[in-house]
């Protein structure tokens, strides 16, 4: 079992940045691979990017191609998230996930273990 905490939500103005970060503790970190979702008032949790147990192979929705990376540094069991040139339409709580399958994958009942979510609201 892993436990995840999120941070790094806030307030920024369209065009701005954010780093996500998603703290593990509990069984080791690299056993899992990783994503990041997210879910806005009134709609569904969806999934925005996803890496592997090294960090070799990365995944992510189209919406974000181009301006959000995630990362990985196994070694201070953390999650990453960066956020760049951010829309409005990326307001919503923010969740990292860990999963026990070994290939990215983007449905939420795929993944095992959630954060609790931290807020992300971009303004126009």
């Known amino acids: 079992q892993v436990q995840l905490v999120e941070s790094g939500g806030g307030l920024v103005q369209a065009g701005g940045s954010l780093r996500l970060s998603c703290a593990a503790s509990g069984r080791t970190f690299s056993a899992y691979t990783m994503g990041w979702f997210r879910q806005a008032p009134g709609k569904e949790r969806e999934f925005v990017a996803g890496?592997?147990?090294?960090?070799?192979?990365?995944d992510y929705v189209d919406s974000v191609k181009g301006r959000f990376t995630i990362s990985r540094d196994n070694g201070k069991n953390t999650l990453y998230l960066q956020m760049n040139s951010l829309k409005p339409e990326d307001t919503a709580v923010y969740y990292c996930a860990a999963t026990v399958r070994t290939i990215l994958v983007r449905t939420t009942f795929e993944y095992n273990y959630w954060g609790q979510g931290t807020q992300v609201t971009v303004s126009s």
């Open positions: 890496i592997s147990w090294s960090g070799g192979r990365t």
